[in-house]
Each structure stands twice: as structure tokens, then as C-alpha cells.
């Protein structure tokens, strides 16, 4: 192959982007092209090219691949990073970018006009931001844990509150600056910042937070906070696909997530946008791992075997994968066209419960195929919460009943794991006992179950009698009174093994300002009563006979949201902060329900692994 390397590639505005540009040497051009755009070096080895095998594939050993198959492999610096010039704010350039770089690829002699897109997170922020502008010359999409359907509720902010994986983003990715790489000082300055402590003086503020030392990085993060309510601030293409699905382009897309990372539900709506808008062939594959770890069998404290792998088990390997995907969709299209839209989600559960070498509990798992999400024979199942703290199907009785907490934000209740990315060095995602453990961040550190403190309502099945199939989107409608001015309120849903071990799902929150409208919110009127929703991110698990299925709600899930000051105070600028008595009620005219989408063990039989065109 033969490189040209930073390629300086003109936008409308001006400013030059460095691109890395393979070209095959062994065959006559044009050719169809592969481009992946990222703000993490392009010169650097991606963390979603790690394989089962050990091997970290770098970016020359994976345009190899490329040009050896007859395609160009293109990498280029987003905006602002490494080798790029201008200024980098999070997010809302790359619509324009990317449209601006596809189309000087397109006027290349070496381009025969097809164009394929690829690219884990940010990388995947990029492809669908372009997507959403119809760019000249994109077939062909492999979106991998990442796209934002709409940032305001998946990936910078989730039922009205702060997603604060953003913070951490900022302070690392600050460090990699283009003011910090010229500046030792500006980067030494950034590593003695003590991130904890800042995370334990929150809210920040201009000029008073770790991030002062690189005053853009600090500007959009500040701003993206502030931005609490709906509005056009949302409605950018990069950062708000379902505002621009009748103008994508009708190509085929492979879309790539799982369990226990922080982009279930921008990926499930982007599955069902472009499956309802186009006639091209979808792919859906779902794993139990967290961020971009697909060969890696565990998440947290839970093992889900070596079935979990994406390497020997989906396909040979996650880069034979996109190659037989490229090949499919930018040269042989009647081969594209024949292959029947496929859905692979890890049905997590059916594990023994025992513990490994490294601690970590065998919860097990298995592959699912089928043409469609949710599954077929899915139903609804309604939980409902009473005052015993138990969840039942019996419909609760007219007596007026309830239970109440203090929720003080000053000892919010602790996060352990989840479905979240970028939070280190200060939180992580995952499946844990969910147990105040001494290495989370802002626990008590004495191990006791979070459900045993005074501000976590905690309601469970009694034990099933047979298999539970939750897989598909879930909510949680309660009646709440507050006497604060606004609180929020979240749910997690948790599987408790006969032992006690209980592990976390799936978790939503919701801020009750935002109860009614994104757009308008209103302030809570002292105890009076209302309802709220909360969505958390659907799942895929196998509740086994004998687990007991639980719900906990509390009004805090810290650090991985922000706070609520309980004062209605405009957000991220709360001066007076002050503790909330919170209240669920549970009576027939205020009945609080889970509502899960549930899958009859049975219908397993027709779910089983099929031979397919990656295989």
C-alpha cells in the first residue's frame, strides 16, 4: 500500500484537517473507500482493535487489511486534535466536517464514489452526524457503540440530569489538547488537579474547576451542563439524529452495543429509524460488555463466559467482520441485498451463581438470533410496587398508602457500575453487588447493601417459581410528592440471587421539573402529587428460578449523574442546597408500577443460532 500522510483537507471554512490516506499498490483504481474520523489520534492504535487473541491491531496493520482487500483506508484528526487545526468543541463540528471531507473524497481519482464509514464512540458520533446532512457518496455505516440518537436523553444528559462520564471525558481528553501538547505546564497543570476532590465540590463553575487550565474544554462542558432544558442548543445534527431521520441516507448499517454500555438506547433508536425509513438490509448485535470491550467475557464483578466474546462467536473477528461487511455493501450489493436483516442479542443469566478464580460471578449467558427488536412473542408484564416494599402483579387496593425518604444531596447515594463509559479515574460501569463498597467512589465504604439505607426504597419479587425473560424496554411509572421545589427520582432493576447477591441491570432517573415537558419544566409544587416516568436503557437477562426481581428507587445515582439540589435552582448553579423528604404512593388511583417487556422461556426454542454470512 502506499500512504499519504496529513493530507491537509480544506473545509468550507477554512480550516484543514489531517488525513492519513492508504492506497492499494496491487490493483487498479478507483477504488471504494473506508474512513473512520476520531478525535483519539490517527496515528494511534484504536482501543475497539483490541482482539480476543491479545493482539492490538495498529492502524497500519488494519489498512493492510484494507487496501489488501481492494479498499482505500482513510483516517483523519477531528477538529482541533493532533494534526488538525481550529478549535475543538465536543460534538458540534462534525456534522459539517465530515459532509466537507466526504466530499473532496469523492472528487478523488482514487474514489469510485462508494464510500463506507466506521468507528467506536466518538467515532461513531461522527459517522451519524455526517449521516444526518445526506453527505455525497456514503453506502455504508458500522456504527459501534455510539451515534447519537439525541444527546439530551442518551449520552450528555438523561431524563433532565447531567451525565457526568462528560467531566471526566473533558478532564482526560484536556490533557491531550493542542494547548496542553505545546505546554508541559498547561498538562502538569492538569495532572495535579485532584479529580475526586473536584467531584466532591460540585457544581463547577467558570474558572473553578479542574479543566480552567484549557479554557475551551471548560466552555462546552460548563455549557452542556447549563443546558438543562430542550431547546435548539439540542437540535444540532451531531448531536440529534431522530431530528433529521427523513433525510438519511436509505444504506445499509451494521450497529454494534451492549449491555452495560452508555449508548443502549441512542443505538436501539437508530436501529429502528433507519429499519422503519429505509429498505436496506439493518444489522443489530448486542453484547453483555461494556464500552467496546466485545472480547472481553465479564463486565464488572459478572462473568458471562466465553460465549460473550465477539471473536469466535459472532464472527471470526470484529476486523473479518467489517471487512465481509464492506465487501458486501460497497462491491457485491446484490449480495447485500440477499442477506435476510438480522438481530444478535446475549440473552444474559442462567450462570450458577459460583464464583471463578478472579471472584467474579458466573452469571452465564447465550447468543439470541432473530429478524427483529424486540423479539418476537414479547409481552408486557406490570409489577406494582406497595408498601410491604414488595413488587406484585395483584392490582394495589384503594387504601391510601405510601413511603417516604429524606434525600439529602449531600450524601447522595453512591453508583455502583452501570451502564456508563468514561468515567475513570473516578467511577466505573458494570455489574456489581450493588453494596457500598470501599472502592467506589463516594460510598461509606462498610460494604452494607444499598438497599438497607434510610434514602433507597427497595421493592422485590418474592422468588420465581420459573425463568423470567426481561428483554426489551422497560419503565417505571411512580406517584411521587416532594416538598422540595424539584428532586429527582431513579429506578434500578436488579437481579438477587438466592444468596442475596444482587446485581445490577439496567438503572433510568428522571428530574421532576422535566416530568411533563423537556421543553417547558415546571417547578414542583410542595406536596402536591404527580407522576413521573423513568426509562432506563432496555435490556436482555434471564431471571432464574429462585432470583427474586427488584427495583430500587432513590433520588440520587452519583457520580454517574449530577446531583440534584432539591431547590430548584437553575442547573449546574445550585448555591443552596437543602434535603427533600420524597415520597412514592402505591394506592389504586396512584398506583407505582414496573412495566417490563417479557419473553416466554419457551420462545427461546425459536431464537437459537442460526449459520449466517459472518459466521
Not at 439530551?152 to 490533557?175: M, S
Not at 412514592?584 to 443460532?609: I, N
Request: net charge negative.
Amino acid at each position: 500500500m502506499r500512504l499519504l500522510r496529513d493530507q491537509m483537507i480544506r473545509l468550507r471554512d477554512g480550516i484543514h484537517l489531517a488525513t492519513d490516506i492508504y492506497l492499494p499498490t496491487d490493483s487498479a483504481g478507483p477504488w471504494p473507500v473506508v474512513i473512520e474520523r476520531t478525535p483519539y489520534n490517527k496515528s494511534s492504535p484504536s482501543r475497539s482493535e483490541k482482539q480476543l487473541d491479545t493482539q492490538h491491531i495498529s492502524r497500519e496493520a488494519m489498512a493492510a487489511r484494507f487496501t489488501a482487500q481492494g479498499f482505500v483506508a482513510i483516517f483523519q484528526d477531528c477538529r482541533g486534535r493532533y494534526a488538525s487545526e481550529g478549535i475543538f468543541t465536543k460534538y458540534t463540528s462534525e456534522g459539517e466536517d465530515g459532509f466537507d471531507t466526504l466530499a473532496w473524497i469523492v472528487e478523488q481519482p482514487w474514489c469510485n464514489g462508494r464510500i463506507g464509514s466506521m468507528g467506536l464512540s466518538y467515532a461513531a458520533h461522527t459517522q451519524l452526524a455526517m449521516a444526518c446532512l445526506h453527505p455525497p457518496g456514503l453506502k455504508s455505516m458500522v456504527l459501534d457503540s455510539g451515534g447519537f440518537a439525541n444527546a439530551f436523553q442518551c449520552g450528555i444528559r438523561q431524563g433532565g440530569a447531567f451525565e457526568l462520564k462528560q467531566a471526566t471525558w473533558a478532564w482526560r481528553q484536556a490533557k491531550e489538547s493542542p494547548a496542553a501538547i505545546a505546554n508541559p505546564e498547561i498538562r502538569e497543570a492538569l495532572e495535579q488537579e485532584d479529580i475526586h476532590q473536584w467531584f466532591a465540590r460540585m457544581p463547577w463553575q467558570a474558572g473553578h474547576s479542574p479543566i480552567r487550565h484549557v479554557p475551551e474544554y471548560e466552555t462546552y462542558l460548563l455549557e452542556q451542563w447549563a443546558q438543562g432544558t430542550f431547546s435548539d442548543y439540542w437540535r444540532k445534527p451531531g448531536i440529534y439524529a431522530e431530528g433529521h431521520y427523513d433525510n438519511l441516507p436509505d444504506i445499509p448499517v451494521l450497529f454494534m452495543s451492549s449491555w452495560y454500555d452508555a449508548y443502549v438506547s441512542s443505538t436501539l433508536a437508530n436501529y429502528r429509524a433507519f429499519s422503519r425509513h429505509n429498505r436496506s438490509t439493518q444489522h443489530l448485535i448486542m453484547g453483555p460488555w461494556l464500552h467496546g470491550d466485545r472480547n472481553i467475557s465479564h463486565s464488572g464483578d459478572a462473568e458471562f463466559g466465553v460465549a460473550a466474546n465477539f471473536d469466535g462467536n459472532v464472527a471470526r473477528t470484529w476486523l473479518d467482520c467489517r471487512l465481509d461487511w464492506f465487501e458486501r455493501s460497497l462491491k457485491d450489493q446484490s449480495r447485500e441485498s440477499a442477506v435476510t436483516a438480522l438481530v444478535q442479542v446475549f440473552l444474559m443469566g442462567g450462570g450458577d451463581g459460583s464464583k471463578d478464580q478472579h471472584g467474579r460471578l458466573q452469571h452465564g449467558g447465550r447468543w439470541l438470533e432473530s429478524s427483529q427488536w424486540p423479539l418476537p412473542g414479547s409481552q408486557s408484564l406490570s409489577l406494582y410496587l406497595n408498601d410491604q416494599r414488595q413488587l406484585s402483579t395483584d392490582q394495589p387496593s384503594a387504601k391510601a398508602s405510601s413511603l417516604s425518604y429524606r434525600a439529602d444531596p449531600d450524601h447522595p447515594v453512591p453508583t455502583i457500575g452501570g451502564a456508563l463509559t468514561s468515567g475513570a479515574p473516578v467511577f466505573v460501569g458494570g455489574a456489581f453487588d450493588q453494596r457500598e463498597r470501599a472502592d467506589f467512589f463516594g460510598t461509606q465504604g462498610n460494604d452494607e447493601p444499598l438497599a438497607e439505607r434510610d434514602d433507597v426504597l427497595s421493592f422485590q419479587t418474592l422468588p420465581l417459581t420459573e425463568d423470567m425473560i426481561v428483554a426489551g424496554p422497560l419503565s417505571i411509572e411512580l406517584w411521587v410528592e416532594s416538598d422540595g421545589l424539584d428532586t429527582d427520582f431513579t429506578a434500578k432493576l436488579v437481579d438477587v440471587y438466592p444468596d442475596g447477591y444482587a446485581m445490577n441491570i439496567t438503572d433510568g432517573i428522571v428530574r421532576c421539573r422535566y416530568r411533563d415537558s423537556w421543553e417547558k419544566p415546571q417547578l414542583l409544587i410542595p406536596g402536591q402529587r404527580v407522576k413521573v416516568v423513568i426509562e432506563p436503557f432496555a435490556t436482555c437477562n434471564l431471571f432464574k428460578r429462585g432470583h427474586r426481581v427488584r427495583l430500587d428507587i432513590a433520588s440520587s445515582n452519583f457520580p454517574h449523574f449530577d446531583v440534584n439540589p432539591n431547590s430548584g435552582e437553575a442547573e449546574g448553579k445550585a448555591l443552596h442546597r437543602r434535603i427533600a423528604t420524597n415520597t412514592v404512593h402505591m394506592c389504586a388511583d396512584f398506583a407505582s408500577r414496573l412495566v417490563l417487556t417479557t419473553l416466554p422461556p419457551e420462545a427461546l426454542a425459536d431464537l437459537g443460532r442460526q449459520a449466517t454470512d459472518s459466521d
